[in-house]
């Protein structure tokens, strides 16, 4: 008998009402990601922020007063299921790196989203002797190689 899959619960916070954004798109995107990349999982969060509450995040979690493109924070096993994790996009910070890289800023967010769901998978690029490196290429190709 095949296990019945759960879907997993989407939330995508955009409390700046960032308009640029293709919000509906990068959620329906999230959930076939997620699936794919941890099909166990019940709920992810994704929070898109300003740099000032990037940086205050990054100050409070990691002790660096600055702001930066992505935190990852891994969840738990709960009653309800396997929250795979909360993530934090900086709009601001994501919108130049997709300048200088030249491309848009749907495919600036899905990369750092894509790096973000790994580190919430439990992947750590500062540890692994690349090994999340090479996911996150390969992961690259298949979830943001038609994007802009």
Not at 72 to 101: M, N, Y
Not at 109 to 124: A, E, F, M, Q, T
Request: charge should be negative; hydrophobic fraction near 40%.
């Amino acid at each position: 008998m095949r296990a019945e899959r759960t879907m997993c619960e989407i939330v995508l916070q955009n409390p700046r009402r960032y308009r640029a954004l293709e919000v509906a798109s990068l959620e329906a995107w999230l959930g076939r990601v997620v699936a794919d990349l941890a099909p166990e999982a019940t709920s992810f969060a994704v929070r898109l922020v300003d740099d000032e509450e990037m940086r205050q995040i990054n100050h409070q979690y990691r002790d660096r007063d600055v702001p930066t493109d992505v935190l990852s924070f891994p969840g738990e096993e709960s009653a309800e299921g396997r929250h795979l994790g909360d993530v934090a996009v900086s709009i601001p910070t994501a919108r130049q790196q997709a300048q200088k890289r030249g491309h848009s800023l749907q495919r600036e967010l899905r990369l750092l989203l894509v790096h973000g769901i790994l580190h919430c998978i439990g992947y750590d690029h500062e540890a692994d002797a690349g090994e999340m490196d090479r996911l996150e290429a390969q992961m690259r190709r298949r979830w943001v190689a038609d994007v802009d």
